[in-house]
């Protein structure tokens, strides 16, 4: 490509002339790695009544899979339902604290996907290893599952406080296919409403039954999964699993839990 044909190029893309002059010397002229140039993460997330969210938190390099508008998102949504909760008040002890703590720990996960990103597409023949072993790797379904979890922020686990009984605690609830008495549905469908939602696809719905004290403060939806599921899910409304049970019928210990988890989320009564 000539100087001439980059320039063009550049107008092309940007709309505007970007000044651009020939490298200097003979050559041959070898392109340079810029490492962190532009990823860079806030100390702190929150002070007082202000709050970070977005590329005012976090920025990155540019690289696959829009890093940044994926996570700015979800800053956006944890933080917005945890306002919510404030603003009409009930909310726990501590529910706002836990934006800064979720949300920059995500921001520094991230920083290592950019930086592998980076390392992958930079110029040098000491790169091209790593290249063609990771192209190998990209041929495992498995693999390209997760590196999609990854890239998008699917991936994200946060510490919900209690005992980890269940792999999905933590974790963004799987779009699960659902039987209910009005039809058939999918979980996402369900948690539009900003509201927490119990799950209790239990086969005689016993779970809603044993907390009556919860009636009308949280959407409870009782359903049959369409495959294999867990027995039963407590969602905060940005869709993160607060507890979760794969037990038939939940033990006294699962149901205390469970009560613990809308306690320390919600601010739900812990015994009726």
């Known amino acids: 490509m000539s100087l001439d044909e980059l320039r ?43 709050f970070l969210v977005g590329d005012a938190a976090h920025v990155y390099s540019a690289t696959g899979g829009g890093p940044g508008l994926n996570l700015g998102l979800q800053d956006a949504i944890n933080l917005g339902w945890k306002l919510a909760a404030e603003i009409r008040g009930g ?49 495992d379904r498995d693999t390209v599952r997760r590196l999609a979890e990854l890239v998008s922020g699917a991936d994200t686990r946060y510490d919900m406080g209690g005992p980890d009984t269940h792999p999905l605690i933590g974790r963004f609830a799987p779009d699960l296919d659902l039987r209910t008495p009005t039809g058939t549905v999918r979980l996402a469908e369900l948690t539009r409403t900003g509201r927490p939602v119990l799950l209790d696809l239990t086969e005689d719905a016993a779970l809603a039954a044993a907390l009556p004290e919860w009636q ?57």
């Open 216 to 272: 009308g403060q949280i959407d409870v939806v009782t359903a049959r999964p369409q495959h294999p599921a867990p027995t039963a899910l407590l969602l905060r409304p940005d869709s993160h699993v607060a507890w979760a049970s794969a037990a038939a019928r939940p033990d006294a210990a699962e149901l205390d839990a469970l009560r613990a988890a809308g306690q320390r989320w919600f601010g739900l009564p812990a015994r009726s």
């Open 91 to 139: 909310a726990p002890p501590g529910l706002l604290d836990s934006y800064a703590v979720e949300r920059r720990a995500a921001a520094q996960r991230m920083v290592l996907n950019a930086q592998a990103q980076s390392a992958l597409i930079a110029p040098g023949s000491d790169v091209t290893g790593l290249r063609e072993v990771f192209t190998e790797l990209l041929r």
């Open 8 to 50: 063009g190029s550049v107008r092309r893309v940007l709309g505007v002339d970007v000044p651009l002059g020939r490298p200097e010397g003979a050559g041959p002229h070898v392109l340079r790695r810029l490492t962190g140039g532009n990823t860079r993460v806030a100390e702190r997330f929150a002070t007082g009544r202000v």
